[in-house]
């Protein structure tokens, strides 16, 4: 913490402390030009808190004591002072919150996409992909880099396993399956019209399908045999199916696939 960063520091840490100290942190958040020149006594009556308290707050946060604390504050204040930066460290907090509003929505989207998938439907999943004679799996866009991770996971489990992401492959290479193979069709919408094309073809073949989307109303439902449910991406997220939260779904998922069959 003793690089310029201490009251972002103290701005992250401030849900995770105490109520004691979170007045402490408060109290240098608001006025932290003052608090590098008030004694400690100054500093515990402003806050109305015990000066023992001050003292272990700052050992906590990797500091020998208050005058150190202080010390490396004047810093910090100085440094920004010259750099011309505001120190209510306002660009700073804005970032750090739309930082935590990222890993709080990719939390629940992960979340949901628990709830969203029973055991039996993700252990019947993994029964046909450890019977099958080949696995395909299809995806386009991110859809597809999540393809890709798939096929890594599975080969390295002894699955014989090609991940296409190449829209003309995926339309050939559909046509030599059989009813001994399975395809793996990733698409957040379900209504990629190369993906629901492919899979037309496999069942054609007589393969066996299993679809992870985000949606149970789209069209790749009724060409699956099975199907795995993804969260849907935050509605105010502009990027929408190019998220984080849907990588971060459709990998969860590939991941709990994998796990379940190291295991067996």
């Given amino acids: 913490m003793k690089n310029n960063k201490i009251l972002i520091t103290l701005k ?23 608090i590098i020149y008030l004694p400690i006594k100054e500093i515990a009556k402003q806050m109305d808190i015990g000066e023992g308290s001050i003292i272990r707050f ?16 004047a810093k910090e204040l100085s440094v ?28 629940t989207s ?5 709830d969203l998938n029973s055991f039996m439907k993700l252990k019947s999943c993994v029964t046909e992909l450890k ?10 866009g991110t859809s597809g880099i999540i393809a890709r ?30 009813e001994e193979d399975i395809v793996l069709a990733i698409s957040n919408s379900g209504n990629t ?36 449910i993804t969260a849907k991406e935050n509605s105010q997220n502009i990027l929408k199916n190019h998220s984080i939260e849907s990588k971060a779904s459709q990998l969860l998922i590939i991941d709990i696939i994998a796990n379940v069959l190291v295991e067996e």
């Fill in 110 to 114: 992960l979340k949901e996409t628990l």
């Fill in 12 to 34: 992250s840490l401030k849900n995770n402390l105490t109520k004691t100290e979170q007045k402490i942190a408060t109290g240098i958040l608001n006025n932290p030009e003052e």
């Fill in 149 to 178: 991770d798939a096929e890594d996971k599975f080969l390295r489990l002894g699955l014989e396993t090609t991940a296409v992401d190449n829209e003309g492959l995926m339309l050939l290479k559909a046509r030599y399956l059989t």
């Fill in 193 to 228: 019209e190369i993906i629901l094309e492919t899979l037309e073809i496999a069942k054609e073949t007589g393969a066996k399908v299993i679809s992870m989307t985000n949606s149970l109303n789209s069209k790749i439902i009724p060409l699956s045999d099975f199907y795995l």
């Fill in 131 to 140: 019977k099958a004679r080949k696995i395909m799996i299809i995806g386009v």
């Fill in 58 to 73: 700052c050992k906590k946060i990797g500091f020998t004591g208050l005058q150190q604390f202080k010390l490396e504050l």
């Fill in 80 to 107: 920004r002072a010259i750099n011309g930066l505001k120190t209510s460290t306002e660009e700073e907090e804005k970032i750090f919150n739309l930082a935590e509003r990222c890993v709080n929505s990719i939390t």
